[in-house]
T-cell receptor, first 109, second 114 residues
Framework: DAKTTQPPSMDCAEGRAANLPCNHSTISGNEYVYWYRQIHSQGPQYIIHGLKNNETNEMASLIITEDRKSSTLILPHATLRDTAVYYCIVRVILSQFYFGTGTSLTVIP | ETGVTQSPTHLIKTRGQQVTLRCSSQSGHNTVSWYQQALGQGPQFIFQYYREEENGRGNFPPRFSGLQFPNYSSELNVNALELDDSALYLC?????????????FGPGTRLTVL
């Protein structure tokens, strides 16, 4: 059980912000929230992770609710190259990642 | 610094055969994990190696086995191949054990079982 729920697919207009939600209502207090993405037939690529506080890096921002039961990955200005499957992962045991089925994001020109 | 590499890129086998897939971890990484990704699904954890010892295993039968070598490269062996073993096999390395160590994935090996 991956412990996460994500919408199967989303569209976003090029240049707009893409907001990808993830529910993880059974997350434990010491479990991090990770986001990876997988462009077609390539290996997954790390995006960002966080525990409680909001995080930002050069790729994205991660917003985690105060109760930690959900989070949102924000790609501030989506480009066509951001079209990919995005995975939210919370079940991680000693670097063993348990993936769900992810959200297929399509960026539309 | 080289990333995670995997070989071969593609492989076709027939049912009942055996296959060996190879992975070179990122420089300095002592932990390697293997994943199976069926079409349309997320990667599923197979097992993990840390300093040449198996450190955890997912819900896969014993015909899936592995090795890690002193240079931290790794092999995944699958015996008695079945049609359902057709998938993308991903290798990932990380700096060490620990839940917030980022995993670096290789490009994968696409296995087709006929």
């Amino acid at each position: 059980d991956a412990k996460t729920t994500q919408p199967p697919s989303m569209d976003c207009a090029e240049g707009r912000a893409a907001n990808l939600p993830c529910n993880h209502s059974t997350i434990s207090g010491n479990e991090y929230v990770y986001w990876y993405r997988q462009i077609h037939s390539q290996g997954p690529q790390y995006i960002i992770h966080g525990l409680k506080n909001n995080e930002t890096n050069e790729m994205a921002s991660l917003i985690i609710t105060e109760d930690r039961k959900s989070s949102t990955l924000i790609l501030p200005h989506a480009t066509l190259r951001d079209t990919a499957v995005y995975y939210c992962i919370v079940r991680v045991i000693l670097s063993q990642f348990y993936f769900g089925t992810g959200t297929s994001l399509t960026v539309i020109p | 610094e080289t990333g995670v590499t995997q070989s071969p890129t593609h492989l076709i086998k027939t049912r009942g055969q055996q296959v060996t897939l190879r992975c070179s971890s990122q420089s300095g990484h002592n932990t390697v994990s293997w994943y199976q990704q069926a079409l349309g699904q997320g990667p599923q954890f197979i097992f993990q190696y840390y300093r040449e010892e198996e450190n955890g295993r997912g819900n896969f039968p014993p015909r899936f086995s592995g090795l890690q070598f002193p240079n931290y490269s790794s092999e995944l062996n699958v015996n008695a191949l079945e049609l359902d073993d057709s998938a993308l096999y991903l290798c990932a390395s990380s700096l060490s054990l620990g839940s917030h160590n980022e995993q670096f994935f290789g490009p994968g090996t696409r296995l087709t079982v006929l």
